[in-house]
C-alpha cells in the first residue's frame, strides 16, 4: 500500500509549496486576476489562510471570489483543449 498523504491547502506557504494559485473574480467587472502566492511568502506572510484573505477587485474595490488553482491543471488543461 502506498502512503499517499492528501494534500492539504490551508495557508499561503501550502499553495505555493504544491504548485497552487488563487484566481479571483470579480463579479461587478467580470474580470479574473491571479494572485501568485509566493509574493505572500516574499512579505513574510506564508501562514495566512488563504480563506481568510480577502482579495479586493483593483478598479472597484469590490470583494472577489476566490477559486484555487493548479498550476498542473492548468497545464493538463491546455494539453486537452488542443
Ligand atoms: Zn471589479
Redesign the pocket.
Known amino acids: 500500500m502506498a502512503n499517499i498523504k492528501p494534500v492539504i491547502i490551508s495557508t499561503m506557504g501550502d499553495m505555493a509549496e504544491h504548485g497552487y494559485y488563487i484566481s479571483i473574480h470579480?463579479e461587478?467587472?467580470n474580470?479574473w486576476r491571479d494572485i501568485d502566492p509566493r509574493k505572500w511568502l516574499d512579505q513574510g506572510l506564508p501562514d495566512v489562510e488563504y480563506t481568510q484573505a480577502e482579495f479586493k477587485?483593483e478598479?472597484?474595490g469590490?470583494c472577489g471570489k476566490k477559486q484555487v488553482r493548479s498550476v498542473e491543471t492548468d497545464l493538463m488543461g491546455h494539453i486537452t483543449k488542443h
Do not use: F, N, T
Open positions: 470579480c461587478s467587472c474580470r477587485c478598479d472597484c469590490e
